[in-house]
């Protein structure tokens, strides 16, 4: 393949650097170095004129859109795996949501998680400021976690929500923390690249 720029390389490395925008420079330019060299690598192995030997490399690779956020979707997480950064966890399962169905699953059952562990965290919190708020066991069996007194019902844990509480919301942000970058490590889907010649 030629040094002449093609056009439908730089259009796609461009479209990859606006998705991959919210990384560092110099993550962003590794990232960029990196796909540029697979692809390049890539279309050389390919056959015919250097248009068409670049569009198979492409496509090989995949949409531009479904390769960035794959990388951006496990540098955010990766990052909020390592301590408490809600924002950038947050920022990474949305950004998993649009990678297809696996990373749909896996981005709505971490939000669910982190959701459940919010709830909790909001509970034990309220009873400090509001007595009467608890687990709730009605006498129809059903459970509520709620900050007012509950007709035909009673408190189950008391203050012991406190410690439970406190108790769940930490070992499950640890443990979903935990499995998070345990995830990242062997199921987040990620282009193969730097395998050799043609992918």
Do not use: C
């Amino acid at each position: 393949m030629s040094n002449a720029p093609l056009p439908a390389l730089d259009a796609y490395l461009a479209q990859l650097a606006r998705i991959l925008a919210p990384l560092g420079v110099s993550e962003r330019q590794e990232i960029l170095q990196e796909i540029r060299a697979h692809l390049a690598d890539s279309a050389a192995a390919e056959t015919g004129d250097d248009g068409q030997r670049a569009a198979n490399a492409i496509r090989k690779l995949g949409p531009a859109r479904v390769v960035g956020q794959a990388y951006l979707s496990e540098s955010l997480l990766e990052r909020a795996s390592h301590g408490l950064r809600p924002g950038l966890t947050a920022m990474g399962l949305l950004t998993a949501l649009g990678g297809g169905l696996g990373m749909t699953v896996l981005g709505l059952v971490f939000a669910f998680g982190y959701l459940a562990l919010t709830i909790i965290a909001i509970a034990t919190v309220g009873k400090l400021f509001v007595p009467a708020s608890g687990l709730w066991l009605h006498d129809t069996g059903a459970w509520t976690l709620s900050f007012e007194s509950m007709p035909n019902s009673r408190e189950v844990l008391g203050w012991w929500i406190v410690p439970i509480g406190t108790g769940l919301v930490v070992g499950g942000w640890l443990a979903l923390n935990r499995l998070l970058r345990l995830m990242l490590r062997f199921a987040l889907p990620r282009p193969k690249i730097g395998t050799g010649p043609g992918g």
